[in-house]
């Protein structure tokens, strides 16, 4: 009975961490950029929707704390291990974006701006 128990623990354990980083309710659209890089790794995900809301892994939170929830997250992580996806709606203005890149900053993230590739000029009529 107690291996069914550990097992049981252990699921609910996974989905608790597979949730943590569950963005797929977010709408947000982002700008567009070129020569863009694509991260190796990432260890948290701040999204700003198109209504100004602010998310550290999917869930929502104030630009005021999310400097030390994302050290808390981050904790004592190398340099090269500390990226922080950065998402912004392409419609979002910097009165609301620059304070949660101030807070990245601050917590020692390093930030990757999540971009769209620009339009293939031979595809677009």
């Known amino acids: 009975?107690?291996?069914?128990?550990?097992?049981?623990l252990l699921l609910i354990f996974i989905v608790l961490l597979a949730r943590a980083r569950d963005e797929s309710h977010l709408v947000w659209q982002p700008a567009i950029g070129t020569e863009l890089?694509?991260?190796?790794?990432?260890?948290?995900?701040?999204?700003i929707d198109k209504q100004n809301v602010t998310y550290l892994n999917g869930r929502?939170?104030?630009?005021?704390?999310l400097a030390a929830e994302l050290e808390a997250l981050l904790g004592d992580l190398p340099a090269g291990g500390r990226t922080v996806?950065?998402?912004?709606?392409?419609?979002?203005?910097?009165?609301?974006?620059?304070?949660a890149i101030e807070a990245v900053s601050d917590a020692g993230?390093?930030?990757h701006h999540v971009l769209e590739p620009?339009?293939?000029?031979?595809?677009?009529?």
């Open 109 to 111: 993230g390093e930030l």
């Open 85 to 99: 996806l950065f998402k912004v709606h392409k419609d979002v203005i910097a009165e609301f974006f620059e304070p």
């Open 37 to 47: 890089v694509k991260p190796a790794n990432h260890n948290a995900s701040v999204v």
């Open 1 to 8: 009975m107690a291996m069914g128990d550990i097992a049981f």
């Open 118 to 125: 620009a339009p293939n000029p031979s595809t677009v009529p």
């Open 60 to 65: 929502p939170v104030q630009v005021e704390s």
